[in-house]
């Protein structure tokens, strides 16, 4: 089975950048489309971004449009979320998952990893 770890979370300041990763291990990496998703304490678990595995589709939040960049290298088998502008309201968990974009379906995720923007 896929199995997924995120690093790259930490403290920030608000309007400073930090980078995402994601290294996946098992099933074949390419076949899968992959996504970001983020949830605060209490609500619900929140879509952030995805990039499908044919294509090269990418598709955002509109919250993060124009600030994150989603981005895959499958030779390492990762996938990285690159984040700027970071505003204090984009402090949650972020974990990256692995499935099918067309069909909303993600079987595999990671632990998670906290970003915190302080303002």
């Known amino acids: 089975q896929v199995q997924l770890v995120e690093s790259g979370g930490g403290l920030v300041q608000a309007g400073g950048s930090l980078r995402l990763s994601c290294a996946a291990s098992?099933?074949?990496?390419?076949?899968?489309?992959m996504a970001w998703f983020r949830q605060v304490p209490g609500k619900e678990r929140e879509f952030v971004a995805a990039?499908?595995?044919?294509?090269?589709?990418?598709y955002y939040t509109d919250s993060v449009k124009g600030r994150f960049i989603i981005s895959r290298d499958n030779a390492k088998n990762t996938v990285y979320l690159q984040m700027n502008d970071l505003k204090p309201e984009d402090t949650a968990v972020y974990y990256c998952?692995?499935?099918?974009?067309?069909?909303?379906?993600?079987?595999?995720w990671g632990r998670g990893t906290q970003v915190t923007v302080s303002s």
């Open positions: 998952a692995a499935g099918s974009y067309r069909r909303g379906q993600y079987p595999y």
């Open positions: 098992g099933r074949t990496f390419s076949t899968y489309t």
């Open positions: 990039h499908t595995w044919s294509g090269d589709s990418t």
